[in-house]
């Protein structure tokens, strides 16, 4: 896994411009580029090429770029960073339940893109001596063997179900989990048309781990999709500290 420049990028889109577009920054870059006009090319390029990224147009001729998500996902956790129109909400939101990682609304930024690219490798990238048991960001830190929540070194007192909603936005920390995910992940397949349960345990959660709960550094809103929990500020874990 190559987690800077050097990386292999799968870019799936059917208009040349923005194909070129793309492969002439990501190159610059020191991305190592392929692209794919449709969703069977796509496909075929997974084995040859074994991209480390793909950016995935959803408007794709033959197979749909949900097919080509769904597909990917039944054997492979790379990440999948959805390109769509800002009026395609729906086909967002079902990409993102189908194991999408993030998106991106055309037209779009270059910054942008390689911002959610760089997020996407570091998501992916497997852990020095696995996974930590110590999660730190900033003022914040989570002690997961121990079930411990703290801030500024003060214990913060959660919930079970807070605590199980905290620990899955951390685990998943820097992707898009849509609502019916977190439902479904954290209360169960019988609640995913309850969104208010959501959105009560979120205030909740921020009232208590956001520094500024009226601005939340931890725990962002994507609007008409879900959440994210921001790993910008994760600083590494005990384990790491002592080498």
Known sequence: MNTAGGARILVVDDEI??????????????????????GEEALEALGHFRPDVMLLDLGLPGISGLEVCKRVRAHSNLPIIVLSVKDSERDKVLALDLGADDYVAKPFGMNEVLARIRVALRHAAPLQGGTAAV????????????????????????????????????????????????????????????????????????????????????????????????????????EADEG
């Open 17 to 38: 411009e923005i194909v070129r577009a793309l492969q002439r920054s990501l190159s610059a870059y020191g991305y190592e580029v392929y692209a794919a006009s449709s």
């Open 135 to 238: 999660f730190k960001a900033g003022p914040l830190r989570i002690d997961f063997a121990r079930r411990l929540v703290q801030l500024n070194g003060k214990e913060v007192k959660l919930t079970p179900t807070e605590y199980e909603l905290l620990k899955v936005l951390v685990q998943n920390r820097g992707k898009i989990m849509t609502r019916q995910m977190l439902l479904t992940r954290v209360w169960g397949s019988g609640y995913g048309g309850e969104a208010h349960y959501l959105h009560v345990y979120i205030g909740q959660l921020r009232r208590k781990i956001e520094p500024d709960p009226a601005h939340p550094r931890f725990i962002l809103t994507i609007s008409g999709v879900g959440y994210r929990f921001s790993a910008e500020e994760e600083t590494a874990g005990e």
